[in-house]
């Protein structure tokens, strides 16, 4: 398995070495557990531009890549390619709907039962430390994967820069306007009822409480010096964190809840 050039960009060196690693290790770590499996059938031709199904009548498959080339895209744009010899699949992250296996190429794989991986780990100890192992690389390679579909939006949207002098009101509280700010160079303060509540400072996002819960500015935001901002409106900001798994939509609004209780007990 390797890292798709548009992947590598989005990435720093450091850390597109880790997750080179990282999937050189999964490719290792998937051929030592297909080893102690049967395919499902003979090899099955697959043409180019052909997707790979998560599941045949209610059974979970994986595959093993014999010749061709087969991508992983998230949200149809190729992420990973996966060569002959790599299990693909076998994490069952393709059952999430904004990522599929699609072949490059005319390929030929090979079709596995993810009950027959799961039953062979039951019985054998060393095979369940190494699925460890490959869960966890897993678990990072799909971080980084969200983390590039979330750069990409950014870039797709071009949110509009926005520039504050300073004592120039950002947010003025109580409006009705919902506009998420991503603060790049400069300070601010938020303030309710004229008190002072928070300091926001360079790479913090504000705003987005009224977004999320689509009510009033719970504070106004005032540029303390002159501020420089990245600014997207509401639609912008949640097709933004659309791509993170449904837990992290959950704890960001539980967390905006408790934000703003804890500013209104503040004023009381």
Avoid at 145 to 169: C, H, W, Y
Avoid at 190 to 211: H, L, N, Q
Wanted: some cysteine; charged content about 30%.
């Amino acid at each position: 398995m390797k890292l798709s050039d548009k992947l590598a960009r989005n990435i720093d060196n450091k850390q597109a070495k880790f997750l080179s690693s990282s999937a050189e290790r999964c490719s290792a770590l998937g051929s030592e557990i297909l080893e102690k499996l049967s395919p499902l059938q003979q090899s099955r031709q697959i043409a180019k531009e052909e997707g790979l199904p998560h599941e045949r009548a209610g059974t979970p498959l994986f595959y093993r890549v014999v010749s061709g080339l087969i991508s992983l895209r998230a949200n149809n744009r190729i992420t990973f390619l996966f060569e002959p010899g790599d299990a693909v699949g076998m994490g069952n992250y393709h059952e999430r709907d904004e990522i599929e296996l699609v072949a490059e190429e005319d390929s030929e794989v090979e079709v596995f039962r993810v009950g027959d991986a799961l039953d062979a780990m039951d019985a054998d100890a060393s095979l369940r430390r190494i699925w460890t192992e490959y869960c966890a690389h897993q678990i990072f390679i799909l971080q980084c994967v969200i983390a590039d579909n979330i750069v990409s939006e950014r870039m797709r949207l071009k949110p509009r820069t926005v520039t504050f002098k300073a004592g120039k009101q950002i947010i003025k509280e109580d409006s009705r306007t919902s506009d998420v700010y991503v603060l790049l160079e400069g300070r601010a303060v938020a303030t309710k009822a004229g008190r002072p509540v928070g300091t926001i400072r360079e790479d913090e996002i504000f705003g987005a409480i009224a977004a999320i819960l689509d009510e009033p500015r719970t504070a106004s935001v005032t540029a303390i010096n002159e501020c420089t901002c990245l600014r997207y409106s509401r639609d912008e900001f949640f097709q933004l964190i659309n791509d993170c798994p449904g837990i992290v939509l959950r704890m960001v609004d539980g967390m905006a809840k408790a934000i703003a209780s804890a500013t209104q007990k503040l004023v009381r």
